[in-house]
């Protein structure tokens, strides 16, 4: 059974940075365009950024992109997004998600991790 769990959130304060993980499980990571999404307080979930399934092509939401990177460690089954420079409209919940397709919406995508929580102080 396919399973991403999240993990890295917490409390911060603005100018800090943060590092999620997506620990994947239960399908072939390889072939699999990784992302992340996020759903900010009051807000629709949003697109954040997506690599490839060879790695070899990133792309991101507009508010992330120039301090957000996504990475992927395939011998680890694990993706990555750095965060930098947050700031208090980075509070949201933060999404791994997994795709055969090279997805910037959520209809790209097959399996979702339940989320955690990154909480961005002024």
């Known amino acids: 059974q396919a399973l991403l769990v999240e993990s890295g959130g917490g409390l911060v304060q603005a100018g800090d940075s943060v590092r999620l993980s997506c620990a994947a499980s239960g399908f072939d990571f390889s072939d699999y365009t990784m992302g992340w999404f996020r759903r900010a307080p009051g807000k629709d979930r949003e697109f954040v950024g997506r690599?490839?399934?060879?790695?070899?092509?990133?792309y991101y939401g507009d508010s992330a992109k120039g301090r957000f990177t996504i990475s992927r460690e395939d011998a680890k089954n694990t993706a990555t997004l750095q965060m930098n420079s947050l700031e208090p409209e980075d509070t949201a919940v933060y999404y791994c998600?997994?795709?055969?397709?090279?997805?910037?919406?959520?209809?790209?995508?097959?399996?979702w991790g339940q989320g955690t929580q990154v909480t961005v102080s002024s």
């Open positions: 998600a997994a795709g055969r397709i090279l997805f910037r919406t959520e209809g790209g995508v097959e399996y």
């Open positions: 690599i490839s399934w060879t790695g070899t092509t990133t």
